[in-house]
């Protein structure tokens, strides 16, 4: 759905092994406020839609343009290009399996 939605290097990342709280990070970076706007609302749309109930919501820190939606199984993390470059999450979760969508 992101990627279908112009969101760039959307990766998923399996954390079923590395950690007790989430199964998957899905990371994609956006191009402005607008689109991490849309997408947002998208990603909510998609998870009432399938029926996953989101935990904490959507948290967003529009200065850093970086926001993140929790629905339990996965966490959604969408990022401009300077804030992807700067957390480097692909890095920080290494050890898991990691697959791009394009």
Request: aromatic share 12%.
């Amino acid at each position: 759905m992101l990627f279908e939605h112009k969101a760039k290097d959307v990766v998923v990342i399996d954390l079923r092994e590395l950690a007790f709280w989430t199964d998957f990070f899905i990371v994609g970076t956006v191009t402005s406020g607008a689109h991490l706007a849309g997408l947002q609302k998208r990603i909510k749309d998609w998870a009432r839609e399938e029926g996953f109930a989101s935990r904490s919501g959507v948290k967003t820190m529009p200065e850093s343009g970086w926001s993140w939606t929790d629905l339990g199984e996965i966490v959604v993390h969408l990022m401009n290009e300077k804030e992807r470059n700067f957390y480097e999450l692909e890095n920080l979760w290494s050890d898991a399996k990691q697959t791009r969508i394009e």
